[in-house]
Nanobody, 124 residues
Framework: QVQLVESGGGLVQAGGSLRLSCATS????????MGWFRQAPGKEREFVAR????????YYGDSVKGRFTISRDNARNTVYLQMNDLKPEDTAVYYC?????????????????WGQGTQVTVSS
């Protein structure tokens, strides 16, 4: 069981930035592709970004391309999500997830372990 803990959420004005972190103590961290998802009230969980095991490949949802950047530090067992130019529609609970599958998957079903989520609120 891989335990993931997100941090870095908060309240920010539109146009501002936040950096989310997701850490684990599990030494198998580099065996997993990592993803970020978000869920706003009354909406389905939405894919945000994914990074491959060694960080060489990244993939983004259309709504965040050019504004968000996913990265990872396998020595620190941590994945990051840098969010710039935030908009009110980015308001949601953000979750990190670990996936053992080898193929790109932008659906929640493609991930094995989830964090508890961190709230991001963007005011207009």
């Amino acid at each position: 069981q891989v335990q993931l803990v997100e941090s870095g959420g908060g309240l920010v004005q539109a146009g501002g930035s936040l950096r989310l972190s997701c850490a684990t103590s599990d030494r198998t961290f580099s065996n997993y592709a990592m993803g970020w998802f978000r869920q706003a009230p009354g909406k389905e969980r939405e894919f945000v970004a994914r990074i491959s095991r060694l960080g060489g490949r990244t993939y983004y949802g259309d709504s965040v391309k050019g504004r968000f950047t996913i990265s990872r530090d396998n020595a620190r067992n941590t994945v990051y999500l840098q969010m710039n130019d935030l908009k009110p529609e980015d308001t949601a609970v953000y979750y990190c997830a670990a996936g053992s599958g080898l193929l790109l998957d932008t659906t929640p079903n493609g991930y094995d372990y989830w964090g508890q989520g961190t709230q991001v609120t963007v005011s207009s």
